[in-house]
């Protein structure tokens, strides 16, 4: 019995360690602004996050750039940057699914780095006739 006991609570102890350890406590205005000019900062904000979260916190930095009429370029390099920062943190396939969700709620004609999964935006077409039409 008195093992049966023991083993319990160590069993209990390591759940409770587990999840104080993985606990995600949402940014506040502040902090998600301090992302605007450092948006490597993310890191240490989605380390305890799941995917929504991740995103939540990208789409907020997003709107707050928006709202606040940023050069589209410099919103485009910043998204980018957290997409890379959120997918060296956290892995490849986590970086893709915040991606994912992001893309559900952020129009990508507005930030082509959302089309592009998270790297760099494709160059854009050179001049002169299409290969694809060579007439027009």
Do not use: H, W
């Not at 410099?74 to 396939?93: H, L, S, Y």
């Not at 780095?113 to 077409?125: D, K």
């Amino acid at each position: 019995m008195k093992k049966r006991t023991i083993l319990t609570c160590a069993v209990g102890c390591m759940l409770i360690a587990v999840f104080a350890m993985a606990e995600f406590t949402a940014p506040d205005t502040a902090t998600l602004r301090t992302l605007i000019d450092a948006p490597e900062g993310i890191d240490a904000i989605v380390s305890a996050a799941n995917e929504d979260q991740a995103a939540m916190v990208i789409i907020q930095v997003i709107s707050i750039m928006q709202a606040e009429k940023m050069d589209p370029a410099d919103i485009q390099q910043a998204v980018a940057v957290m997409f890379q920062k959120t997918a060296e943190v956290r892995g490849a396939q986590f970086g893709s699914a915040v991606v994912s969700l992001v893309r559900k709620k952020v129009n990508p004609r507005l930030l082509p780095v959302i089309r592009t999964g998270g790297g760099s935006p494709p160059p854009p077409p050179p001049p002169g006739p299409s290969p694809r039409y060579p007439n027009q």
